[in-house]
């Protein structure tokens, strides 16, 4: 059964103050790691896609990175929109996402 | 909008009600999906649906849940006899089959905004 590991729990940032959270996950035959972003309330929210190790994507201040056993979420100078949770999911399979606790940020002005 | 609507949004109900929750996805998809999530957990699988087939279904579906998807289209989910441990959000998602994504970043699942539960 596939397994996803996030850490740290939580994460409280200043403003400005970069820094990266985790994403382990043992999976039999990745086919693709996505990271979501949730707002309190609602639905996750899409970020990023990645397939195969050393494969990275970036968006704004958000970079996703992947090896063959984690991924790396860097947030570089985050701002206050940036708090949220944000969860790591794995494929396995054609079809499943199997998710992890998430990490939630929150970003101090 | 466009995206994938869940109604009701919220929901309070009494121990040993039925609940009922409906799912429109985004229209050209094919594949569907039910999460549920409790306060800090990340979304758990419960069940999928390929056109109107359910394929897969999550041994956390007990015998009081029930999932359809009439024709293909919207699906509803459907809770007897509730008990407080059924109190969660309820997501739905929809995607696209893999090998039919376009766009740069594909394979993902849409989220509806969830339908929150409260079992009293």
């Known amino acids: 059964e596939d397994q996803v590991t996030q850490s740290p729990e939580a994460l409280r940032l200043q403003e400005g103050e970069s820094s990266s959270l985790n994403c382990s996950y043992t999976v039999s035959g990745l086919r693709g790691l996505f990271w979501y972003r949730q707002d309190p309330g609602k639905g996750p929210e899409f970020l990023f896609t990645l397939y195969s190790a050393g494969e990275e994507k970036e968006k704004e201040r958000l970079k996703a990175t992947l090896t063959k056993k984690e991924s790396f979420l860097h947030i570089t100078a985050p701002k206050p929109e940036d708090s949220a949770t944000y969860l790591c999911a794995v494929r396995s399979n054609d079809y499943k996402l199997s998710f992890g606790a998430g990490t939630t940020v929150t970003v101090r002005a | 909008d466009t995206g994938v609507s869940q109604n009701p949004r919220h929901k309070i109900t009494k121990r040993g009600q039925n609940v009922t929750f409906r799912c429109d996805p985004i229209?050209?998809?094919?594949?569907l999906y039910w999460y549920r999530q409790t306060l800090g957990q990340g979304p758990e699988f419960l069940t999928y649906?390929?056109?109107?087939?359910?394929?897969?279904k999550s041994r956390l579906l007990s015998d009081r849940f029930s999932a359809e998807r009439p024709k293909g289209s919207f699906s509803t989910l459907e809770i007897q006899r509730t008990e407080q441990g059924d109190s969660a959000m309820y997501l739905c998602?929809?995607?696209?089959?893999?090998?039919?994504?376009?766009?740069?970043?594909?394979?993902?699942?849409?989220f509806g905004e969830g339908s929150r539960l409260t079992v009293l």
């Open positions: 649906f390929q056109n109107e087939a359910q394929l897969e």
């Open positions: 998602a929809s995607s696209l089959p893999s090998g039919e994504q376009t766009r740069p970043n594909t394979g993902e699942l849409f």
């Open positions: 229209s050209e998809h094919n594949r």
